[in-house]
T-cell receptor
């Protein structure tokens, strides 16, 4: 597509539920990144994919968070047993290479856990 | 110590003035440096990149890099109200690190 597409744009879920957030990168971009951003903070790195594999998942906060990119294009971020502290904007970005020339961000998914 | 540090502001400048935004980073091996602009409720937008020491100009924006001092800055000349946003410094080292951002308000 023309830009990075993230769905849904907003998600409200109850504590303890499972959620999936989807990212469709710019066509041809091999690198895909997930970040989360809390109010007043900069984006916090979660995971980086190069193709289908997770090249760096060191930012995932715990084992409730998992992400996949099975065909090297669309990625899904999965959060199990959501907690109120997971509430944030989840940003996806993509690039041609490993970020050496910057990223293009999607519009984000605002996750609210109540 | 955070990987990338910025003064959170807020920074207020009158319309037409020069806004100066600063950033320091800790990873000496970093090679790529970026400034992103983020309007309230929107996602970050890449506005400048710089890779070598010195200045890089693009329209009203000038990025400055000093690797020896581990310092990156962004100057916005002839500031406009539409420049009011949060400016994020980002550094590509082992990971792509963002600062917490500096909030800029340009007063008409």
């Amino acid at each position: 597509g023309a830009g990075v597409s993230q769905t849904p744009s907003n998600k409200v879920t109850e504590k303890g539920k499972y959620v999936e957030l989807r990212c469709d990168p710019i066509s041809g971009h091999t690198a895909l990144y997930w970040y989360r951003q809390s109010l007043g903070q900069g984006p916090e790195f979660l995971i980086y994919f190069q193709g289908t594999g997770a090249a760096d998942d060191s930012g995932l906060p715990n084992d409730r968070f998992f992400a996949v990119r099975p065909e090297g294009s669309v990625s899904t971020l999965k959060i199990q047993r959501t907690e109120r502290g997971d509430s944030a904007v989840y940003l996806c970005a993509s690039s041609w290479t490993g970020g050496a020339y910057g990223y293009t961000f999607g519009s984000g998914t605002r996750l609210t856990v109540v | 110590q955070k990987e990338v540090e910025q003064n959170s502001g807020p920074l207020s400048v009158p319309e037409g003035a020069i806004a100066s935004l600063n950033c320091t980073y800790s990873d000496r091996g970093s090679q790529s440096f970026f400034w992103y602009r983020q309007y309230s409720g929107k996602s970050p937008e890449l506005i400048m990149s710089i890779y070598s020491n010195g200045d890089k100009e693009d329209g009203r924006f000038t990025a400055q890099l000093n690797k020896a001092s581990q310092y990156v800055s962004l100057l916005i000349r002839d500031s406009q109200p539409s420049d009011s946003a949060t400016y994020l410094c980002a550094v590509n080292g082992n990971q792509f690190y963002f600062g917490t951002g500096t909030s800029l308000t340009v007063i008409p």
